[in-house]
């Protein structure tokens, strides 16, 4: 016999048995004839390391796409990476300032060797950490978005979009992040409420002593102010129109104006005109033909526009600039306040609104395909609620801005000569153009727009360009649509919508069928993760500390469909231990001497057939629950039966009382084992390919990674429910025990009222061989008569267990009391529902009949504790 270690040790097992799988090449897919079943990973920034959400959405995947590789399946999960345009150049700015070398002395083209050189050093960290956890992707279709495949698509789209129409250049309000130095979408931006201060600034009236009082929580920006603007219905400011106030501290004379985005209950009811640095009032710049005067520098420093704190810092002005209103008599009062303040995603700078020329997706253009495919089910959102977020968004859609100013990314494909733009391809098509509308012109005339585009808009082609969808139409019509999209709710708009929006533009079909996505994960105080609270653990640490399967586990016991994860460590504590109980279930079984002379005992044929039968029923919900992405559901009821039925019901009832085993028990009990790996090993890959290679004694030459799954098959509910009555009334021996200071080795006999019930489970070979063996009892029989004893009901039969107790009867008459008012409860709780006809008429018939039975059983149950009320007073 193996000598196996005393706990299960990971650290022997994960490498070997990961390198093993890679070498059969398990991982590796190309088109055949099967039915294909295809994930593309939402890629990881190239800056990335693991932390816990890239564990939960990883292992997801990585769930369904073990199933889908074990029903034979063309199981395709393709991995990459994302260049992450702001995240991935502040790494290298940053790089470089430590070694003393400035971007802004730097060419485009050394400061991308730069970059490439980072990326090449650091960009594959996450998928290698990635293996650790088990992710049984194909590694050699590893994919990079700026990879020459990818760029080609990107490259490619924006000039079919160009062509047309669908994509434009304008000169619009933008959000501007001036750490990155660049634009953001709508998406990239996150509001918060943040606590500010509210100033109330005087601006005299031209020609009067009078003052109008304006409030503000950005003085910093009053130098760009061009007008003052009331509501037309306020009287307070009616006298007003058509004069001019004066800029405090600047001087410039700006006009007083009428329109009605003014909210005359905020502040004073005048408002201030910025068209430069306020979306709002850049709309009521143009109504009224307003300057437009920029006082910050792309830094967020104030420039020569602004006249006064030039190249200052606009928070450090913010207070400079309070301070000297107030000195000049300006401030008219200060009051703390609460605003709704935007930062980047990516550098948490307060974003500024500015006006700036850039490119845009006429997103009208393409939205009206993948809203409708979404609310038809078309593309199944899991879980549902999901939808109504994406409706909102798509039908308030606004046109995406997708130029960046940056250097590492997928540079613009447009050249400019004077005022004239051509789009193309390559920098020789673009002069071919050119040269249409001006013959002479030579290649060093044109101009590359120095922008490159949005990492979203690489990202919004995933599911095709990682096909090479443009240009292999094998792979692409074979691999697209894919299967599911693991991803966080977060980024439904930033990805998922225009995912679908390109699918259906450039392949008129969906890119995937499903869409699951996973919640946030959060500790068990419900905070978010986070590195400033110190509440998110290594995840690398993690698995060294507890296997990837312990943590596997972890993590998707306590994922709801769709709701957000709390995380606890004795989760994944609890996922080792279940590694261990499984390892000792092996190191159990494989200890058994067996005896070629002994014949299966009808006890552990019949512990076979329902153990058996449960499984079938076991497997039936999984399939379900999977089929719904209900996998942490799936896992509870897998990690159930095995710690219950199978190690502490099943193996307690055939372990041999005389030290060997039949050869038919030893075959059965292996058997059993290896349908718990195979139906387990999507969750817990490792210690499920450790134990079946034992199980099968290492002469094996098909793996568990590649066992098929089980298919759903019809059950015997009967069988089942039978031997689990046997497995409750040996609950209630032991229980009455444990209550009353009986030994349990202590053999007592056990009468059962005979009933047509009763009689069917003495009739099932085995069955009250189990029950006499796991209660120890002396013997066990049906009467129709009642005895002395202790009674217990077991659904609805009455039990004896033949004792005589020496105590208060009262305590008896209590608790069969305290009995009797729950079942009458529970009856009445049923009858309540089976009264009701919407039930009655619209539940399935088998759940309306299985509350018949429980009416029934419950009924049954009261006039046995009743008679056995009227037994204890009548003594």
Same mark, same amino acid.
């Given at each position: 016999?193996?000598e196996?270690s005393?706990?299960?040790t990971?650290?022997d097992?994960?490498?070997k048995?990961?390198n093993?799988?890679?070498?059969?090449?398990?991982f590796?897919?190309?088109p055949d004839?099967?039915?294909?079943f295809t994930i593309v990973?939402?890629p990881?920034n190239?800056?990335?390391?693991l932390h816990m959400?890239?564990?939960l959405?990883?292992?997801?995947?990585d769930?369904?796409?073990?199933k889908?590789?074990?029903?034979?399946?063309?199981a395709?999960w393709?991995p990459?990476?994302?260049?992450?345009?702001?995240a991935t150049?502040a790494?290298?700015?940053?790089?470089l300032r430590e070694?003393?070398?400035?971007k802004a002395?730097?060419?485009?083209e050394?400061?991308?060797?730069?970059a490439?050189q980072w990326?090449?050093?650091y960009?594959g960290?996450?998928?290698?950490q990635?293996?650790?956890?088990?992710?049984?992707?194909?590694?050699d279709?590893?994919?990079?978005?700026?990879?020459?495949?990818r760029?080609?698509?990107?490259i490619k789209?924006?000039?079919d979009?160009?062509q047309?129409g669908?994509?434009?250049r304008?000169?619009?309000?933008?959000n501007?992040?001036?750490e990155?130095?660049?634009?953001?979408?709508?998406?990239?931006?996150?509001?918060n409420?943040?606590?500010?201060?509210?100033f109330?600034?005087k601006y005299?009236?031209?020609?009067?002593?009078?003052f109008?009082?304006i409030?503000?929580?950005?003085?910093?920006?009053?130098?760009?102010?061009?007008a003052?603007?009331v509501h037309?219905?306020?009287?307070r400011?009616?006298?007003l129109?058509?004069?001019n106030v004066i800029?405090?501290?600047i001087?410039?004379?700006?006009?007083?104006?009428?329109?009605?985005y003014?909210?005359k209950?905020?502040g004073?009811g005048?408002?201030k005109?910025t068209p430069?640095?306020?979306?709002?009032d850049?709309e009521i710049g143009?109504?009224?033909q307003l300057e437009?005067?920029?006082v910050f520098?792309?830094?967020?420093t104030?420039?020569?526009?602004?006249?006064?704190y030039?190249?200052?810092d606009?928070?450090?002005?913010?207070?400079?600039?309070?301070?000297?209103l107030?000195a000049?008599?300006?401030?008219?009062?200060?009051e703390?306040?609460?605003?709704?303040?935007?930062?980047?995603e990516?550098?948490n700078a307060?974003?500024?609104?500015r006006?700036?020329l850039q490119w845009?997706?006429?997103?009208?253009?393409?939205?009206?395909?993948a809203?409708e495919n979404v609310?038809?089910d078309?593309?199944?959102?899991?879980?549902?609620?999901?939808?109504?977020?994406?409706?909102?968004?798509?039908?308030?859609?606004?046109d995406?801005?997708?130029?960046?100013q940056?250097?590492?990314?997928?540079?613009?494909?447009?050249w400019y000569?004077?005022?004239?733009?051509f789009?193309?391809?390559?920098?020789?098509?673009?002069?071919?153009?050119?040269?249409?509308?001006y013959?002479?012109?030579?290649?060093t005339d044109?101009?590359?727009?120095?922008?490159?585009?949005?990492?979203?808009?690489?990202?919004?082609l995933?599911?095709i360009?990682?096909f090479?969808?443009?240009?292999?139409?094998k792979e692409?019509d074979?691999?697209?649509?894919?299967s599911?999209?693991?991803?966080?709710?977060?980024?439904?708009?930033l990805?998922?919508?225009?995912?679908?929006?390109?699918?259906?533009?450039?392949?008129?079909?969906?890119?995937?069928h499903?869409?699951?996505?996973?919640?946030m994960v959060?500790?068990?105080?419900?905070?978010k993760m986070?590195?400033?609270?110190?509440n998110?653990?290594?995840?690398?640490?993690l698995?060294?500390?507890?296997?990837?399967?312990?943590?596997r586990f972890?993590?998707?016991s306590?994922?709801?469909a769709?709701?957000?994860?709390?995380?606890?460590?004795?989760?994944v504590?609890?996922?080792?231990?279940?590694?261990?109980?499984?390892?000792?279930?092996l190191?159990?079984?494989?200890g058994?001497?067996v005896?070629?002379?002994?014949?299966?005992?009808?006890?552990?044929q019949?512990?076979?057939?329902?153990l058996?039968?449960?499984h079938?029923?076991l497997?039936?919900?999984v399939?379900?629950?999977?089929?719904?992405?209900?996998l942490?559901?799936?896992l509870?009821?897998i990690y159930s039966?095995?710690?219950t039925?199978f190690c502490?019901?099943y193996?307690e009832?055939?372990k041999?009382?005389?030290g060997?085993?039949s050869?038919q028990?030893?075959e059965?009990?292996?058997t059993?084992?290896?349908?718990?790996?195979?139906?387990l090993?999507?969750?817990?890959?490792?210690?499920?390919?450790e134990?079946?290679h034992a199980?099968?004694?290492d002469?094996? $030459?098909?793996?568990?990674?590649?066992? *098929?799954?089980?298919k #759903? %098959?019809?059950?015997?509910?009967d +069988?089942?429910?039978k031997? @689990?009555?046997?497995?409750?009334?040996?609950?209630?021996?032991?229980?009455?025990?444990n209550?009353?200071g009986?030994?349990m080795?202590e053999?007592i006999?056990l009468?059962?009222?005979?009933t047509d019930r009763?009689?069917?489970?003495?009739?099932l070979?085995?069955w009250s061989d189990?029950v006499q063996?796991?209660?120890?009892?002396?013997?066990?029989?049906?009467?129709k008569?009642?005895k002395?004893?202790?009674?217990f009901i077991?659904g609805?039969?009455?039990?004896?267990?033949?004792i005589?107790l020496?105590?208060?009867s009262?305590e008896?008459?209590e608790e069969?009391?305290?009995?009797?008012?729950?079942?009458?409860?529970?009856v009445?709780s049923?009858?309540?529902?089976?009264?009701n $006809?919407r039930?009655?008429?619209g539940a *399935?018939?088998?759940? #309306? %009949?299985?509350?018949k039975?429980k +009416?029934?059983?419950?009924? @049954?149950r009261i006039?046995?504790?009743?008679?056995q009320l009227?037994?204890?007073?009548?003594?």
């Amino acid at each position: 016999m193996i000598e196996r270690s005393a706990k299960y040790t990971p650290a022997d097992v994960e490498e070997k048995w990961y390198n093993h799988w890679l070498g059969k090449k398990y991982f590796a897919s190309v088109p055949d004839d099967r039915e294909p079943f295809t994930i593309v990973i939402p890629p990881p920034n190239v800056t990335g390391v693991l932390h816990m959400g890239h564990m939960l959405n990883n292992t997801i995947q990585d769930i369904l796409i073990r199933k889908a590789r074990q029903e034979g399946k063309n199981a395709c999960w393709v991995p990459g990476t994302d260049h992450a345009s702001i995240a991935t150049e502040a790494k290298v700015v940053k790089m470089l300032r430590e070694k003393g070398i400035r971007k802004a002395d730097l060419t485009r083209e050394e400061f991308l060797k730069y970059a490439w050189q980072w990326k090449e050093e650091y960009g594959g960290i996450i998928l290698s950490q990635l293996q650790k956890l088990g992710a049984s992707c194909d590694w050699d279709r590893t994919a990079f978005t700026m990879d020459e495949v990818r760029s080609d698509a990107v490259i490619k789209v924006f000039v079919d979009m160009y062509q047309k129409g669908k994509l434009y250049r304008g000169k619009r309000m933008v959000n501007w992040d001036p750490e990155a130095k660049t634009v953001l979408s709508n998406e990239e931006v996150l509001y918060n409420n943040e606590n500010s201060q509210l100033f109330h600034v005087k601006y005299q009236i031209d020609g009067s002593d009078e003052f109008l009082i304006i409030a503000t929580t950005r003085p910093e920006t009053i130098p760009g102010d061009t007008a003052v603007a009331v509501h037309p219905e306020d009287e307070r400011y009616a006298h007003l129109i058509g004069k001019n106030v004066i800029v405090p501290i600047i001087g410039r004379k700006i006009p007083v104006i009428m329109d009605d985005y003014v909210d005359k209950e905020f502040g004073t009811g005048a408002l201030k005109v910025t068209p430069a640095h306020d979306m709002n009032d850049y709309e009521i710049g143009k109504r009224h033909q307003l300057e437009v005067v920029d006082v910050f520098n792309d830094d967020g420093t104030m420039s020569a526009e602004a006249n006064i704190y030039i190249g200052e810092d606009r928070f450090v002005v913010r207070k400079k600039f309070a301070k000297d209103l107030d000195a000049a008599g300006f401030i008219h009062k200060t009051e703390n306040y609460q605003n709704n303040v935007g930062r980047s995603e990516r550098t948490n700078a307060v974003v500024e609104p500015r006006l700036s020329l850039q490119w845009y997706v006429d997103m009208q253009s393409i939205v009206k395909p993948a809203l409708e495919n979404v609310m038809n089910d078309t593309v199944s959102f899991f879980p549902k609620n999901q939808k109504n977020v994406y409706r909102h968004w798509m039908e308030n859609i606004r046109d995406w801005c997708i130029s960046r100013q940056l250097w590492w990314g997928h540079r613009i494909p447009a050249w400019y000569y004077g005022e004239d733009v051509f789009v193309a391809e390559t920098e020789k098509e673009a002069l071919a153009q050119a040269r249409e509308k001006y013959p002479q012109i030579a290649l060093t005339d044109l101009r590359q727009d120095e922008d490159v585009l949005d990492t979203w808009f690489s990202s919004w082609l995933w599911p095709i360009s990682v096909f090479d969808g443009f240009r292999n139409k094998k792979e692409i019509d074979y691999y697209y649509p894919t299967s599911v999209l693991v991803t966080g709710w977060d980024i439904i708009f930033l990805w998922v919508a225009r995912m679908i929006m390109a699918g259906y533009e450039w392949k008129n079909e969906k890119p995937f069928h499903d869409v699951y996505f996973t919640g946030m994960v959060r500790d068990k105080m419900r905070r978010k993760m986070s590195k400033s609270l110190g509440n998110s653990p290594d995840a690398l640490q993690l698995i060294a500390d507890y296997g990837a399967d312990g943590v596997r586990f972890g993590m998707m016991s306590c994922s709801p469909a769709g709701g957000d994860l709390l995380f606890d460590e004795k989760l994944v504590e609890q996922g080792r231990n279940f590694c261990n109980k499984m390892w000792n279930a092996l190191k159990l079984v494989e200890g058994w001497t067996v005896n070629d002379s002994k014949s299966i005992s009808e006890a552990d044929q019949l512990a076979f057939e329902w153990l058996s039968e449960k499984h079938k029923e076991l497997v039936e919900e999984v399939v379900k629950n999977m089929a719904e992405y209900r996998l942490s559901e799936a896992l509870i009821s897998i990690y159930s039966f095995v710690w219950t039925d199978f190690c502490s019901w099943y193996l307690e009832i055939v372990k041999p009382q005389d030290g060997t085993i039949s050869k038919q028990t030893k075959e059965n009990t292996v058997t059993l084992f290896k349908n718990i790996c195979t139906l387990l090993h999507p969750y817990m890959p490792f210690i499920t390919e450790e134990l079946w290679h034992a199980l099968h004694e290492d002469k094996v $030459e098909t793996d568990c990674i590649v066992s *098929p799954f089980p298919k #759903v %098959e019809s059950f015997d509910k009967d +069988l089942i429910a039978k031997v @689990e009555q046997a497995k409750d009334i040996i609950s209630m021996v032991r229980d009455s025990r444990n209550k009353h200071g009986i030994r349990m080795r202590e053999e007592i006999p056990l009468h059962i009222i005979e009933t047509d019930r009763s009689k069917a489970l003495f009739e099932l070979s085995g069955w009250s061989d189990i029950v006499q063996k796991m209660a120890f009892l002396s013997s066990m029989d049906t009467t129709k008569e009642d005895k002395e004893g202790l009674v217990f009901i077991s659904g609805t039969e009455k039990c004896i267990l033949g004792i005589t107790l020496q105590e208060d009867s009262s305590e008896m008459v209590e608790e069969i009391i305290k009995e009797l008012e729950y079942q009458k409860g529970f009856v009445a709780s049923v009858l309540k529902k089976l009264e009701n $006809e919407r039930f009655v008429s619209g539940a *399935p018939a088998e759940v #309306v %009949e299985r509350e018949k039975a429980k +009416l029934a059983d419950g009924n @049954e149950r009261i006039k046995i504790l009743e008679e056995q009320l009227k037994q204890f007073k009548n003594k």
